[in-house]
């Protein structure tokens, strides 16, 4: 079976624009959580999807938005990016979570010019 | 200060020793996670704990609820455990996932 997969896996863009961010789950998952992770750091909590509904939003700014699709596959939207944006975009998916494990994508790494 | 905190920040070690990452936390949870970081990204899901003790392999996990504190062990390190090892937990309150900054563990041959 095929692991969560992520597209692009590179992206490069500049000051102003909008990206778009795809990631399908392991099939059987219903959930899709996306995180950032700045270089040094570790992830920071941006959405959690659960059944095609918004379960979880971490402190992110409204330049940012998700949605998850009938087939569970989801989209990580950001608006306006701004430099401080470059970073690593990481999806991950599970039955449930904090109840099943969770199962992470390579991620997309974004770079903001 | 941070809700999640782990220690070391970076270790290196030879192989064969034994390793104890720990992570502390300071709000109510439903679960923690233990999580490895490949240089390049990826994240492998190593243990998810809401009490007591897990084993895989030469990966242990512990966690103690009542002093909000687990650690993670591996015996008999190798150079190919040089990862970064990240603890998550899920706040009660809010549901929201939060991130320990991660131990960068670098085992030498």
């Known amino acids: 079976d095929a692991g969560v997969t992520q597209s692009p896996t590179h992206l490069i863009k500049t000051r102003g624009q909008h990206v778009t961010l795809r990631c399908s789950p392991i099939s059987g998952h219903k959930s899709v959580s996306w995180y950032q992770q700045v270089l040094g750091q570790g992830p920071q909590f941006i959405f959690q999807?659960?059944?095609?509904?918004?379960?979880g939003r971490g402190n992110f700014p409204d330049r940012f938005s998700a949605r998850q699709f009938p087939n569970y596959s989801s989209e990580l939207n950001v608006n306006a990016l701004l430099l401080g944006d470059s970073a690593l975009y990481l999806c991950?998916?599970?039955?449930?979570?904090?109840?099943?494990?969770?199962?992470f994508g390579p991620g997309t790494r974004l770079l903001v010019l | 200060k941070n809700e999640v905190e782990q220690s070391p920040q970076n270790l290196t070690a030879q192989e064969g020793e034994f390793i104890t990452i720990n992570c502390s936390y300071s709000?109510?949870?439903?679960?923690l996670h233990w999580l490895q970081q490949h240089p390049g990204g990826g994240i492998v899901s190593l243990f998810m704990l809401s009490s007591g003790k897990k084993k895989h392999g030469r990966l242990i996990a512990t966690i103690n609820i009542q002093e909000k504190h687990s650690s993670l062990h591996i015996t008999a390190s190798h150079p190919r455990d040089s990862a970064v090892y990240i603890c998550a937990v899920k706040r009660n309150r809010d549901d929201k996932i939060i991130f320990g900054k991660g131990t960068r563990l670098h085992i030498l041959p």
């Open positions: 991950a998916s599970s039955l449930e979570w904090a109840r099943e494990t969770q199962y």
């Open positions: 709000v109510g949870i439903s679960a």
């Open positions: 999807y659960y059944e095609k509904e918004e379960r």
